[in-house]
């Protein structure tokens, strides 16, 4: 596959913006990677694992040459991020994102671009809870999906080589409009992550008898609270910039945790089979 792009500057050099990165070298879709940090040691693991060509904490230096400026950063971070980065970056440069919220992307950086430049906004629905340089992974997005949400500033030649970086990475690249993504994704993606920190909250300190509840759960209770150990700082962004399709998915999910109560409380065999019987024919439709 043919280059890309001439620069590829990743702001932010985790999982995914690490992985996305090792995908562009082994392909030879970049002819240069630079990673943007806040962390030296992390940036040292990008540079010692050969993710990055150079690594930077200077926004100016990561800016010179990039025709495409990558923000992985948490959400809320961007607009400061780009601000810093506008005055060196090249007049056409692409800028496109990781973030899982859309419609505030579009509308905190459209604003801010030059005339020339172009925002490709993306969501590669993939991850672990695992975080860093030292997690990240060329296989990561095989068969999953990266939802673009083209806006007023997608230019289509743009928007065309972003869909092509992220189809060499073997993902599965859909068109969709941000607020459609953001109602979907808080209900699949921004609610079990809420729902699974919510629990591990409610037990973490809760004793019995002088003894730990969570010591007695077994694989219920880590595959429930897997998530529970995702980046803070990146679910607090989500949170506050995708809040009304969360709270909507929220009250959801609260309508659905009120049958569970009523019915036990009434002991109602019936339903309970029925909200369990639901629940599993949910799940079994996961793939």
């Known amino acids: 596959m043919s280059v890309l792009f001439r620069q590829i500057t990743i702001c932010g050099v985790g999982l995914i913006g690490g992985s996305l990165a090792m995908v562009a070298r082994r392909e030879g879709l970049a002819g240069?990677?630079?990673?943007?940090?806040?962390?030296?040691?992390?940036?040292?693991?990008a540079l010692a694992r050969?993710?990055?060509?150079?690594?930077?904490?200077d926004s100016a230096e990561a800016a010179r040459g990039a025709d495409l400026v990558?923000?992985?950063?948490?959400?809320?971070?961007?607009?400061?991020?780009?601000?810093?980065?506008?005055?060196?970056?090249?007049?056409?440069?692409?800028?496109t994102d990781v973030g899982s919220v859309k419609s505030w992307v579009v509308d905190s950086l459209e604003p801010m671009l030059g005339p020339r430049m172009a925002l490709v906004a993306a969501h590669p629905v993939a991850g672990k809870e695992t975080t860093g340089a030292a997690a990240a992974e060329p296989g990561l997005f095989g068969g999953r999906r990266v939802i673009i949400t083209?806006?007023?500033r997608s230019l289509p030649g743009a928007a065309e080589r972003v869909e092509a970086l992220w189809r060499a990475t073997g993902a599965r690249v859909e068109r969709?409009?941000?607020?459609?993504?953001?109602?979907?994704l808080a209900r699949a993606s921004h609610l079990p992550q809420i729902a699974a920190s919510?629990?591990?909250?409610?037990?973490?300190?809760?004793?019995?008898?002088?003894?730990?509840?969570?010591e007695y759960g077994a694989g219920g209770l880590r595959d429930t609270t897997r998530i529970a150990a995702s980046s803070a700082?990146?679910?607090?962004?989500i949170c506050l910039t995708n809040r009304d399709a969360i709270l909507a998915a929220l009250r959801l999910y609260r309508g659905s945790l009120e049958r569970f109560e009523q019915a036990v409380e009434r002991g109602d065999a019936g339903a309970l089979i029925e909200l369990f019987e639901r629940g599993r024919r949910m799940r079994e439709r996961l793939t």
Do not use: C
């Not at 240069?32 to 693991?45: E, F, M, S």
């Not at 780009?82 to 800028?95: E, F, H, R, S």
């Open 70 to 95: 990558m923000l992985a950063t948490p959400v809320m971070t961007f607009p400061e991020t780009l601000k810093a980065m506008l005055p060196y970056l090249p007049d056409d440069a692409v800028i």
């Open 50 to 57: 050969g993710i990055v060509d150079f690594a930077t904490r």
């Open 233 to 237: 700082e990146m679910w607090r962004d």
């Open 176 to 184: 969709m409009a941000p607020a459609a993504h953001d109602a979907i």
């Open 150 to 152: 083209p806006s007023a």
């Open 198 to 214: 919510a629990l591990a909250a409610a037990l973490g300190d809760e004793r019995i008898d002088g003894r730990a509840a969570i």
């Open 32 to 45: 240069r990677i630079v990673g943007l940090g806040r962390g030296q040691a992390n940036l040292d693991v």
